[in-house]
């Protein structure tokens, strides 16, 4: 399933400044510097032009919500409040990918391709998720992902070990979830994979409840997921559920503000009906994603699926 509307920016690479030392420029006070004085005054010059060059490959992700003029999201004040996942490089991630081999590849999403790579840099098995730059989401999406899992803390919330941010690539990095998505557990049953039992559902229901309820009421600023879904739901040793994808997260009203207005974004089938129609967006729209997954997870169908009877293709008009 596609997202309704998509977010595609270019962001223009800041030029880099270049320092020129002039070794042979004289001495206007009349004072000759000796040849390890001269020395000493390049190598400072020299250590202040790379860390600068390294400040500036590092704080990319400040470069971007500048560009894109991200205030809201992941906090009210655009800042991470002094947190921040780590930073890796390309080189670093392609790498532990075999160099993005089709046999580490695991999965798709809107955002981009998704690999299984092993981290030297952490000894961890991670899972990272690469931009599609002409898919359905953007830089904008990989920001508000960062800021937002920077933010969160629980244990139904996927774990964000990283990012990358250099030229035009922007990957993220996850702790990797051995069982795949629900989805893949509901809807693309194989010869090896059991039918999921009802204790397994309702343990699922609840861990995806509670990793809600943390974002609705214990996340400072309180965030709205916007993109509840099975695909979205990944499962860890013995069927742990963790909520992923914050793309599309937006920061709740706040104050005696009941909603708010924004673009409507979302996947068809789990969109809140009042939310798609005038675009205010509020916590209740969560929770009637929430209450279409619960639908899946009790009946085994799909919140749509064309190949039904007319009638049967919408979950929740044939419940109703």
Not at 3 to 19: A, D, N, R, V, Y
Not at 111 to 139: H, M, P, S, T
Not at 246 to 255: C, D, E
Request: charged share 25%; hydrophobic share 35%; proline share 3%.
């Amino acid at each position: 399933m596609s997202c309704f509307c998509c977010s595609k920016k270019s962001i223009k690479e800041p030029e880099k400044e270049i320092t020129n030392i002039n070794t042979n420029k004289p001495n206007h006070q009349g004072q000759v510097n000796t040849n390890g004085d001269v020395k000493k005054e390049l190598g400072v010059k020299k250590e202040m032009v790379v860390k600068k060059e390294e400040a500036t490959k590092d704080d990319q992700l400040s470069l971007d919500v500048k560009e894109l003029n991200i205030k809201e999201e992941g906090s009210n004040d655009g800042k991470t409040a002094g947190k921040r996942a780590q930073t890796f490089t390309f080189a670093e991630l392609a790498a532990s990918t075999d160099n993005f081999r089709s046999d580490c590849f695991v999965g798709e999403g809107g955002f981009g391709k998704v690999y299984k790579g092993q981290l030297e840099k952490i000894n961890q098995v991670v899972a990272i998720k690469q931009l599609d730059r002409n898919g359905c989401q953007g830089i904008r999406e990989f920001v508000v992902e960062v800021l937002t899992l920077s933010l969160a803390d629980h244990p139904n919330l996927v774990k964000l070990l990283g990012f990358c941010a250099e030229g035009d690539q922007r990957l993220l990095v996850y702790e990797y979830m051995p069982l795949g998505s629900l989805e893949n557990h509901l809807h693309v049953l194989s010869p090896s994979r059991n039918v999921l039992d009802w204790n397994t559902r309702m343990k699922i229901a609840v861990g995806a409840a509670r990793g809600l309820e943390y974002l609705h009421e214990k996340m400072q600023p309180p965030v709205i997921y916007r993109d509840l879904k099975c695909s979205n739901i990944l499962l860890g040793e013995g069927y742990h559920p963790k909520l992923s994808d914050f793309g599309l997260a937006k920061v709740g009203p706040s104050g005696d503000k009941t909603h708010v207005s924004t673009r409507v974004m979302g996947t068809y089938g789990y969109c809140a009906p009042d939310y798609a129609m005038t675009g205010q967006l509020t916590f209740k729209s969560d929770v009637y994603s929430f209450g279409v997954v619960l639908l899946e997870l009790i009946t085994g169908r799909k919140a749509i699926d064309n190949t039904r009877p007319v009638r049967e293709q919408n979950l929740v008009a044939w419940v109703r």
